[in-house]
């Protein structure tokens, strides 16, 4: 089989490894589909330290089950899965309540030195794979993670019904919290992000007002949007000081903002305008089982449509171009790599 190999900064090459075969619970993943993260760019750039060559990574995907291991009675050949990207424990007190991602014993796939899936194939344990119903693309499988971080973010919001809601950046996350958001009955959702292009990826969906910051006031066009009432929660999609401070600064008095950005270890911000306005600041962390399972009934369901963040498909063995391209994404979301048959 073949994958795509991180051997060091900037350096990516599609070329022969050694196959994989499923041990007891888990099955072997014939991968149709895997997106590009922006942990993964991070990765490949050498910036973050969370992936150690030589090492697959890939935690974004979707695929065909081609083989069982021993003990394995939920899955069979054949069948169509995405996958919870990392294994853990099971019985710390995080996985008892079903908050694995915080299991000090966990791996995730495609990180550090656990291989992922950009190659051919992979195994991961039978208890982590999610069934996708036929009406689900593989490219759409693939996205499940990505709406799995979303998902928790809005819930951490509480009821946004008849609310004013702004996400701040659209990114992937940024666009999944649109689309998870328009499912909770807001008032209007308002997008903010220097790219014109990925506003109107916004509006696909479902963005109702969409802000570029660089040429318009944002702050005027909300106020003219909500009859001066502000908003009620916003979301933070990136992790910089100026997109943090929008989030804050357009809040009406006592209102909510969700961060989930991590583009920088620290960020600057007025604590006195927290304090005075009664303004609530709440971290959103990937997402445990309860909200994976739920990405994935979203597409299962067809509630959601995840086809317009998809920008780019590419076969697997073009992976490394493509990762150069990202380093400076422009107007492109998501990328997918798909598989070489």
């Not at 009934?297 to 317009?308: K, T």
């Amino acid at each position: 089989m073949k994958g795509l190999v991180y051997h060091g900064e900037e350096v990516l090459k599609w070329e022969v490894v050694p196959d994989v075969a499923p041990a007891d619970h888990e099955v072997k993943i014939r991968v149709k589909a895997a997106g590009i993260c922006g942990s993964d760019i991070h990765g490949y750039q050498g910036i973050t330290g969370r992936r150690i060559p030589p090492m697959i990574m890939g935690h974004e995907f979707s695929g065909i089950v081609s083989e069982v291991g021993s003990g394995v009675d939920s899955l069979q050949v054949g069948d169509r899965v995405t996958a919870f990207p990392m294994d853990f424990c099971g019985t710390c007190p995080s996985c008892s309540i079903g908050e694995v991602q915080f299991c000090p014993g966990k791996k995730q796939f495609g990180v550090l030195t656990t291989n992922g899936a950009f190659a051919d194939y992979l195994c991961v344990p039978d208890k982590v794979c999610y069934k996708l119903q036929d009406t689900v693309s593989y490219n759409a499988g693939a996205t499940v993670e990505p709406l799995a971080v979303a998902f928790r973010g809005v819930n951490h919001a509480g009821d946004l019904a008849g609310k004013n809601v702004l996400v701040v950046g659209s990114g992937t996350i940024g666009l999944m919290l649109v689309a998870c958001a328009k499912t909770r009955n807001p008032a209007k959702i308002f997008v903010s992000d220097l790219s014109n292009s990925r506003l109107e990826v916004a509006k696909l969906m479902g963005a109702d007002v969409t802000i570029n910051p660089a040429e318009s006031e944002i702050k005027d066009l909300i106020s003219a949007h909500t009859d001066n009432r502000g908003i009620d929660v916003s979301f933070e999609a990136v992790g910089v000081t100026p997109a943090c401070v929008q989030s804050l600064e357009n809040l009406r008095i006592g209102g909510t903002a969700v961060w989930l950005g991590q583009g920088k270890k620290t960020v600057e911000i007025g604590m006195l305008d927290i304090v005075t306005r009664e303004l609530r600041v709440v971290g959103s962390f990937t997402y445990g089982l309860k909200e994976f399972e739920a990405a994935v009934e979203m597409l299962n369901s067809g509630e959601i449509n995840v086809a317009p963040i998809i920008s780019k498909e590419v076969p697997m063995s073009q992976g490394a171009e493509w990762f150069e391209k990202l380093k400076r994404p422009e107007a492109l979301v998501k990328v997918i790599l798909t598989d070489e048959e």
